[in-house]
């Protein structure tokens, strides 16, 4: 279960006193998040029910906080259906609880789709709405740097070394490196503010329509096709790591008619597929490993399963995938 703040009455009753939305009915942590503290809230105001999100930041600090709060207040005037934070009555969204960051949002309708059950109708939606999503950030005016990014997977790929294989060690120093020596490549890729994390259980549908992006906070300024490389990944793979490829087409043919590709993504699309994978394997060792991640209990850590990202990364550099023309 990730609930790793445990919040009280009380303290669920002092936060919503500072807003104009209601009583407290009840509330509930939501299980299966892996980095932050998530409740469900449902308050009723005029005789009326209305459901809420409450997010408490494990990893954040206060000062971390603005960049999220602007972007999505930032896509939600722009209609893209990520949850935007509620301003309490005096104009203040970013609220501390247990000296963690926290964000009231609105709670969207619609349901998760298992990954074994994605269809090319839901890869393509979700390929539409990453595209509208890049679009409508485009002149957002902060910039962040991802804090599992370029800097994070080189130091910590050493970090991890007296614990892998010396075959698993080597694929991730190789990996590491590829990226490296792409980014030093005379390439003008595009960069613009991602999600960064944008998996299919991070998706709300109705029927087979994107209803909602939820869990912006890995967002920061890439480079806009490793988004898409990181959902590709995800949404179009099979158990073995191989690739679906009616979903993968429908997905990147969906993006591609909101925004075209550049001649230099078209180069650059196989190297990023792989580092995708290798961001999300890393990611998935350090806690599988047992390194300890600061704001949390060991004990209570959701661990997912690195080896599922290998497969994908090996297939990844096996079989080379290319962009629709």
């Known amino acids: 279960m990730a609930v790793y703040t445990q919040l009280s009455q009380d303290d669920m009753t002092n936060l919503l006193a500072q807003f104009d939305l209601g009583q407290l009915v009840s509330y509930k942590g939501i299980e299966g998040g892996i980095e932050n503290t998530n409740y469900f809230v449902t308050l009723e105001q005029n005789n009326q029910h209305k459901d809420y999100v409450l997010t408490v930041f494990e990893e954040f600090s206060m000062d971390d906080m603005p960049f999220f709060v602007e972007l999505t207040t930032w896509l939600a ?85 007296r614990y892998l294989s010396k075959e698993d060690g080597e694929l991730l120093a190789q990996e590491v490196r590829l990226f490296d020596e792409l980014r030093e490549q005379p390439w003008g890729l595009p960069m613009g503010t991602i999600h960064g994390d944008m998996f299919h259980d991070n998706a709300l549908f109705e029927g087979n329509q994107v209803s909602a992006i939820l869990d912006v906070y890995n967002a920061a300024t890439a480079f806009l096709l490793f988004d898409l490389a990181i959902v590709a990944n995800d949404w179009c793979t099979l158990p073995d790591g191989k690739v679906d490829p009616a979903r993968e087409q429908a997905l990147l043919k969906a993006y591609h008619a909101e925004r075209p590709f550049t001649p230099d993504e078209y180069k650059a699309w196989p190297q990023l597929t792989r580092t995708a994978a290798m961001r999300f394997w890393l990611s998935r060792l350090i806690p599988a490993c047992g390194v300890e991640q600061a704001g949390r209990q060991s004990g209570d850590m959701v661990i997912k399963d690195p080896d599922e990202l290998k497969r994908i990364l090996q297939q990844r550099i096996a079989t080379p995938s290319s962009l629709p023309s």
């Open 77 to 161: 005037e722009r209609q893209i259906p990520v949850p935007f934070p509620y301003k309490d009555r005096n104009g203040i969204a970013l609220k501390k609880l247990h000296n963690r960051p926290a964000l009231l949002q609105p709670r969207f309708t619609g349901h998760h789709v298992a990954q074994a059950d994605l269809s090319p109708e839901h890869c393509a939606s979700i390929g539409t709405h990453l595209a509208k999503f890049h679009l409508a950030s485009e002149n957002f005016y902060l910039r962040r740097q991802a804090h599992r990014g370029v800097f994070w997977w080189r130091r910590e790929s050493q970090n991890i070394q």
